[in-house]
């Protein structure tokens, strides 16, 4: 009896689970299991390539390292500009795929393509558009500043300052040389560094003198420099005016604003040599007086008779006595002869553009005009490419450039 009861209970309990049962179950396994007839079938995920997968660099094939190892650093000749030229890395993959068989290293040439690569140095010179005197060398560690101190500010125009600058090394301040035309990276720690011209002339020996306006984080730190700061200095950088090619022939001199500096070094030098010259004339301009730097110059030059000294500004401006034009208007006033003479204009860009014109309207070949081009470099040295116009980079072969040299590169002006 007990045997049975038991066993209806059994029943009883199957059927009442059956009953709590969706009886919709197996239908809507039926229809999961089924495709959807609208839907179309998802894409399979494209395979990434095992030679394209990225891996970690403690893994790196062996392919890599013998590539790097085929091509070491290239480094050109001295006055050329030091090119680091590598293989491209071979394809890395992960370390448990077998890494694929590496191709032939490209060449070094190759690769060179991505960087600039200088011409070859003609005859009597390296790396040099023209044969010049040897440069003098930069004092000491051309890498590394040379400590400095300001001996003296003076406030030129409202955004122009010059800084007088004494090395603290004596030794090194006497033996100190430059030539016109040749600049210095002034450092102020902290804040970075920049590139002006020396514009005191060679044969000042108590101070270093640079110019400058205020354009930037760096020429506003320098302009808060008061006599007694450090500073650093990297110099002398770059070539200079060929002034030893111009012995017997006229110089015609025209600046522009804060153009005045790099003119003033080269200007007072053939003053200082003036038998070795012909006729040297000056012509200087700004926006108005208050924008004429060397205000406290400019009376002496007018009254010297070894100088032919012409001032003008852009616009009419009360109590001014001398010419008002921009400055290629009264250029072409002046019309100075080209023949047997060399025009050395500096200022800024657009001022040197039109006056370049001015100068071919008068008919002055374009070896005979000479520019300069120092606010295009950057580290001085022929390091960092910055200063780079087409093949050549105006730290190793300028800053200062001929009109026909020039026009021989992408154009800058």
């Known amino acids: 009896m007990a045997t049975k009861k038991t066993s209806g209970k059994a029943k009883t309990a199957s059927k009442t689970a059956a009953k709590a049962a969706p009886k919709t179950a197996p239908k809507e396994a039926a229809k999961a299991a089924a495709p959807k ?6 894409p399979r995920p494209a395979e990434v390539p095992a030679s394209a997968r990225p891996v970690s660099p403690a893994v790196r094939p062996e392919a890599d390292l013998v590539a790097h190892e085929e091509h070491p650093p290239v480094v050109r000749e001295e006055g050329e500009l030091a090119v680091k030229e590598s293989a491209v890395p071979a394809v890395e993959t992960p370390a448990e795929v077998p890494a694929p068989e ?5 060449k070094a040439e190759s690769k060179a393509k991505t960087a600039p690569k200088a011409p070859a140095a003609p005859a009597g010179g390296k790396g040099m558009l023209r044969e010049i005197s040897p440069r003098p060398k930069p004092q000491g560690n051309p890498y590394k500043p040379m400590p400095a101190t300001v001996a003296e500010v003076i406030q030129e125009t409202g955004n122009i300052k010059t800084l007088r600058v004494v090395l603290d090394d004596p030794e090194a301040m006497e033996s100190f040389t430059h030539e016109p035309g040749q600049v210095g990276q002034l450092s102020v720690f902290g804040a970075g560094e920049s590139t002006f011209v020396i514009n005191s002339p060679p044969s000042r020996k108590d101070y270093l003198q640079f110019s400058v306006m205020q354009a930037g984080e760096v020429t506003a730190a320098i302009h808060r420099l008061s006599p007694g700061d450090k500073v650093g200095m990297r110099a002398p950088l770059g070539n200079f005016f060929p002034y030893n090619d111009w012995r017997g022939k006229d110089i015609f001199f025209v600046g522009g604003g804060i153009g005045m500096a790099p003119i003033r070094t080269i200007m007072l030098h053939l003053l200082e040599h003036k038998a070795d010259y012909g006729k040297i004339s000056l012509l200087y301009g700004a926006r108005s007086p208050r924008d004429m730097a060397f205000s406290y110059e400019l009376e002496d030059w007018l009254r010297r008779p070894d100088l032919d000294c012409t001032l003008c500004i852009d616009a009419p401006f009360e109590g001014w006595e001398h010419k008002v034009g921009l400055i290629p208007n009264v250029l072409l006033e002046l019309n100075p002869d080209p023949a047997n003479c060399v025009a050395v204009l500096c200022g800024p860009p657009i001022m040197i553009k039109f006056t370049v014109q001015a100068l071919q309207k008068l008919n002055f070949a374009p070896e005979n005009i000479v520019t300069t081009l120092e606010k295009r470099m950057k580290c ?25 040299e020039l026009q021989e590169l992408p154009p800058e002006l």
Request: charged share 20%; with cysteine.
């Open 102 to 106: 590496a191709a032939p290293a490209p």
């Open 37 to 42: 007839k609208d839907a179309p079938p998802k």
């Open 380 to 404: 001085g040295i022929g390091i960092c490419g910055r200063c780079n116009i087409g093949g050549r980079y105006v730290c190793v072969d300028g800053p200062v450039f001929t009109w026909k």
